[in-house]
Nanobody, 122 residues
Framework: QVQLVESGGGSVQAGGSLRLSCAAS?????MAWFRQAPGKEREEVAV???????LYADSVKGRFTISKDNAENTLYLQMNSLLPEDTAMYYC???????????????????WGQGTQVTVSS
């Protein structure tokens, strides 16, 4: 059983930065960050595979960086130049079946954290 615990959310002004962390006990396959704003569907933000290759949503390219520390079993999302439209609940997710060719939709990920709120004010 994979357990995912997010931390690092909070409130910040536009242009600011936050770093999200996800403690992932005993897992090293495909992992991702998703987000869900009120009234909207959950959407992929960034994905990373076992080898460290990454994919990003167009809306966050150049501003967000996904990374992981395998020794610490921790996934990170560094968020810079934050915009009000980045406001959402952010979720860490793990794919129980893939390690290399990662999916990018909610249905591809079977394990989820509880979420951490990010609020960006203008």
């Amino acid at each position: 059983q994979v357990q995912l615990v997010e931390s690092g959310g909070g409130s910040v002004q536009a242009g600011g930065s936050l770093r999200l962390s996800c403690a992932a006990s005993g897992y090293s396959g495909c992992m991702a960050w998703f987000r869900q704003a009120p009234g909207k569907e959950r959407e992929e933000v960034a994905v990373i595979n076992s080898g460290g290759s990454t994919l990003y949503a167009d809306s966050v390219k150049g501003r967000f960086t996904i990374s992981k520390d395998n020794a610490e079993n921790t996934l990170y999302l560094q968020m810079n130049s934050l915009l009000p439209e980045d406001t959402a609940m952010y979720y860490c997710a793990a794919d129980p079946f893939r390690s290399w060719s990662c999916g990018t939709v909610v249905a591809d990920f079977g394990y989820w954290g509880q979420g951490t709120q990010v609020t960006v004010s203008s």
